[in-house]
């Protein structure tokens, strides 16, 4: 098992195994790449057990957004002893879903996720890798309402700043690891 005794804060952990990308993914956009993080059996603990104890004992299963977000959930899900809840991107679920759609700023996407995968009042905790604009995740929440789940709360490594993502989640207890100033 990895040895996650440090005192080097999560933000310093995450700028140093961060890799950032230059124009990714258009021009005057530098892109903070978490996959050097999810490589790294320290980092990894770390970030997950980040994101999960502000949490502790608030939730029954975590929800994890895809594609990223799948990689912190099952981490989380396994750490905290619970189980994983998928929120996929349309068409890719075999059985009845619930369905959000959401606007992006290039057009609108939409989510599912099965309707009897978690019985009303679960309490569930979701998480995703990136807090920019908030349709992602105010989606998710919007989801698992429709499921009678309660939102024990949202977690996500990198809130970028300036995009008024928070503002679209009232009311709902949101975990940053890193805010990212634009």
Known sequence: ?????????????????????????????????LTPVFADPVGLRRMVDELIAPFEGQFDIVA???????????????????????????????????RDEYTLEYGTSCLEVHKDEIAPGTRV?????????????GSAVRLLQQTG???????????LDGLGGRAKLPGQQVVSLQVVHS
């Open 149 to 159: 789940a309660k939102i024990a709360g949202v977690g996500v490594v990198l809130e």
């Open 64 to 98: 994890g957004l895809e594609a990223r977000g799948f990689v912190l959930a099952a981490a989380a899900a396994y750490a905290s002893g619970k189980g994983m809840l998928t929120i996929r991107k349309a068409g890719k679920l075999p059985r009845e879903v619930y």
């Open 1 to 33: 098992m990895a040895d996650v005794t440090t005192s080097e804060s999560i933000s310093d952990l995450l700028d140093r195994l961060c890799e950032i990308v230059p124009d990714y993914p258009q021009p005057g956009i530098s892109f903070k790449d």
């Open 125 to 137: 905790l979701i998480l995703d890798d990136v807090l920019a604009t908030g349709g992602t995740v």
